[in-house]
């Protein structure tokens, strides 16, 4: 089990830290690259989540996000999941899109902008917001915001684990 958690920390580290690259590089090619390293880092980090809290609730990995599996409707790990699967704008809902494919997103900041600008021959990568931006009416969770709801789930799971 701790090999397990060490991967998803491992995965975790290195999203946080390609996020955080992106936001302050000046370098849009680089930055929208840091992005796409940063999405997959986190997508793995859940992928391998899901691998802890199969080992630790004895299901299957894939029943966990399985709605019409009898084992996830019967435990509140996974109820707590398919709740916020349906939470418009929720931080699970926005995980599982950025895992379908990270360059579907816009970003909305400086760089991408004089990049779209200075470099008009080379096509347009459009990848997740890394600013504040409102959607309506809501604010849109940055990348790095969307790395810390997963990382706070994942801490107050593993925290709850041990209390049990």
Not at 11 to 32: D, G, H, R
Not at 81 to 102: I, T
Not at 113 to 131: G, M, Y
Request: with cysteine; aromatic share 8%; proline share 3%.
């Amino acid at each position: 089990m701790s090999d397990i958690k060490s991967r998803v920390n491992t995965y975790l580290y290195a999203a946080q830290t390609q996020a955080k690259q992106a936001e302050t590089s000046t370098n849009a090619a680089l930055a929208q690259a840091a992005v796409v390293g940063a999405s997959l880092s986190l997508k793995y980090a859940w992928e391998a989540w899901l691998e802890e809290l199969s080992a630790y609730l004895k299901i299957p990995a894939d029943a966990l996000q399985d709605e019409s599996s009898e084992l996830a409707q019967n435990m509140p790990d996974c109820q707590f999941l398919f709740a916020q699967k349906q939470e418009q704008g929720s931080w699970y809902q926005r995980l599982l899109a950025l895992s379908v494919d990270p360059l579907l997103y816009r970003e909305n900041s400086p760089h991408s902008r004089q990049a779209a600008s200075t470099e008009a021959s080379v096509p347009r990568i459009e990848v997740i917001n890394l600013t504040e931006t409102a959607i309506e009416g809501d604010r849109e969770l940055t990348l790095l915001e969307l790395i810390e709801e997963v990382k706070t789930y994942i801490q107050q799971r593993r925290e709850q684990q041990t209390e049990w």
